[in-house]
């Protein structure tokens, strides 16, 4: 069954995005990006770009699904709360339109596309350009998106095969 899927790294700063389509355990490249904010906005000025710049990719891509990068929460807590209302900007966008929106942390992202949690960006980069040949990655932040939504392809393809095994007992 072919899905369209969004896959979103949340940031202040940068946002990416990746779009691609899975059909079964084929994955296929649409699109990838990144959505900047103004660092010298103020921080509801921020979010109301991250917000329009989301609202106009689930228009023109219309995915079926979208997926999204927990929070990582490191030592400076102004940042992590930052990042926070960023991510909640990203899962509610998708949300609003009724589209299902899955969450998964750095760790799950990385064992599912690399095969180990504690892979390096550029090794999860490399493995994206490997899956998803034709993907532009020009940020990491894109790279991390498109991750996360191979991902969810990958938890997407499990879970069917164990309904079905289920069903068929």
Known sequence: MLVRL??????????????????GNRLRHLADGVI???????????????????????????????????TYVNRNGTAT??????????????ALLGIPVAEYAAKAVKLAVVGTGGAAKEQVAMMVRRLLPGATLRRADASDALAVAICHAHHRASARRWAAGARMA
């Open 6 to 23: 969004l896959g979103i790294d949340p940031g202040l700063r940068f946002t990416g995005w990746g779009v691609l389509e899975s059909d």
């Open 36 to 70: 900047a904010t103004d660092s010298d906005a103020s921080v509801p000025e921020r979010l109301c770009v991250l917000h329009a710049g989301l609202a106009a990719l689930l228009a023109e891509w219309r995915p079926d699904e979208a997926a999204v990068e927990e």
């Open 81 to 94: 709360l930052k990042l926070g209302y960023a991510r909640g900007v990203a899962l509610l966008a998708p």
